[in-house]
Antibody
Framework: EGQLVESGGGLVQPGRSLTLSCAAS????????MHWVRQAPGKGLEWVSG????????GYADSVKGRFTISRDNAKNALFLQLNSLRTEDTAFYFC????????????????WGPGTMVTVSS | QSVLTQPPSVSGAPGQRVTISCTGS?????????VHWYQKLPETAPKLLIY???NRPSGVPDRISGSKSGTSASLAITGLRAEDEADYYC???????????FGGGTRLTVL
C-alpha cells in the first residue's frame, strides 16, 4: 500500500531554520508527485508545497513562498522541506502526502499521508 | 479565510443522512478542477474518502458519496454512525494560485 514517515520537527526560535524529511516505502517513489500539508493548532488543513516526480516543477503557498524550499531524492525515496526565516505562525503539524499522479498541477487527490511531525516556533 | 468554503459544522442522528457543501469559484472548482474529500480524526493523518468528485478508494463504504456541480461540490454520508464523527475537508486545485486549496473544514457531530 505504501507508507510515509516524517521526521525533523521540533522547537525552534523565530527567524531560525529547520529541515523536515519524509521517508517513503512500499511504492515506486518516483512515479508520484509529493506534497507538504500543515495544520496549525485548532485550524484547518493548509497546502504548503508540492513537487513533481522529476523535481522539474514545484509550487508553494503564498504564505511560505520565498522562505520554504521543497526537494526530493528519488534514489533515497525521500522528500524534504527546508524551512527558513521561521515565524510563530508556522507552528503546525506538518504532513507529507503522496499525489495520485506524477505531476501536481491539475490537482489530483492525496492518497497516502504520513503521521506528521510537529514544528513549534517560539522564543 | 479559506479559498473553498465549507460550513463549520453539521450534525445528525445515527442512521440519518447528512451533506457537507464545498463552494469554490471559477478559478478552481468552476474551472474544471476535481474535488476530493478527506476525513480527519484528532491526532491522526487525514484519510482520503472521495477522489475525482465522486470516486471512492477501496475500503471506503458506499454510504459515503460525492458530487460536483458548477462551482460547488458536496459530500453525503448516509446511515450515520458514531465513528463518522470527525472533521471533513474538501480539496481542489486553484489555477490562479497554481496550487492545491483546501476548505476550512466541517465538524460532523453524531447526536
Amino acid at each position: 500500500e505504501g507508507q510515509l514517515v516524517e521526521s525533523g520537527g521540533g522547537l525552534v526560535q523565530p527567524g531560525r531554520s529547520l529541515t523536515l524529511s519524509c521517508a517513503a516505502s512500499g511504492f515506486i517513489f518516483d512515479d508520484y508527485a509529493m506534497h507538504w500539508v500543515r495544520q496549525a493548532p485548532g485550524k484547518g488543513l493548509e497546502w504548503v508545497s508540492g513537487i513533481s516526480w522529476n523535481s522539474r516543477s514545484v509550487g508553494y503557498a503564498d504564505s511560505v513562498k520565498g522562505r520554504f524550499t521543497i526537494s526530493r531524492d528519488n534514489a533515497k525515496n525521500a522528500l524534504f522541506l527546508q524551512l527558513n526565516s521561521l515565524r510563530t505562525e508556522d507552528t503546525a503539524f506538518y504532513f507529507c502526502a503522496r499525489d495520485r499522479r506524477p505531476m501536481f498541477q491539475g490537482g489530483d487527490a492525496l492518497d497516502i499521508w504520513g503521521p506528521g511531525t510537529m514544528v513549534t516556533v517560539s522564543s | 479565510q479559506s479559498v473553498l468554503t465549507q460550513p463549520p459544522s453539521v450534525s445528525g442522528a445515527p442512521g440519518q443522512r447528512v451533506t457537507i457543501s464545498c463552494t469554490g469559484s471559477t478559478s478552481n472548482i468552476g474551472a474544471g478542477s476535481d474535488v476530493h474529500w478527506y476525513q480527519k480524526l484528532p491526532e491522526t493523518a487525514p484519510k482520503l474518502l472521495i477522489y475525482g468528485n465522486d470516486n471512492r478508494p477501496s475500503g471506503v463504504p458506499d454510504r459515503i458519496s460525492g458530487s460536483k456541480s458548477g462551482t460547488s461540490a458536496s459530500l453525503a454520508i448516509t446511515g450515520l454512525r458514531a465513528e463518522d464523527e470527525a472533521d471533513y475537508y474538501c480539496q481542489s486545485y486553484d489555477i490562479s494560485r497554481s496550487g492545491l486549496v483546501f476548505g476550512g473544514g466541517t465538524r460532523l457531530t453524531v447526536l
